[in-house]
């Protein structure tokens, strides 16, 4: 199964009882695990987690800390990308070049590098005064 099927298989499982926008996210770290995530919302909405966050946490529960591709699936128009925070997480544990596939359920597909999504992203090496 491919990572966006596995996002889109997963999808199902969102708990989206406010917006009705279910979401499923799929990472394979450089060991091949893959971990899974999806949108879960509540009744202080929109206080939920995304779908790529639920899929980060359980990467790093998990002890992994690198994602070497990652895809995000949601039906929509056109293919659903990461939300402006998750692009951030993203670009923590993704180097230069890491794959974001983003896909919607009609099968349109765009898949950018992580720098494209979030150019000049906020880094450690920020905070360290060094250069990123």
Known sequence: MSLLDRARAVRENAHA?????KVGAAIRT??????????????????????EAGAIAAMVAAGETAIAEIAVVGDA??????CGGCRQKIAEFA?????VVMANLRGDVLREP???????????AHMDGGRP
Do not use: D, M, Q, W
Request: proline share 20%; hydrophobic share 35%; charged share 10%.
């Open 17 to 21: 009882p406010y917006s009705g926008f």
């Open 95 to 99: 180097p230069p070049g890491t794959p």
């Open 30 to 51: 450089p060991s091949g695990r893959v971990f899974t995530g999806v949108n879960v919302e509540n009744a202080a909405y929109p206080e939920g987690t995304c779908a």
């Open 77 to 82: 128009p056109a293919p659903v990308t990461p």
């Open 114 to 124: 992580i720098e494209a999504l979030l150019p000049h992203a906020f880094a450690k």
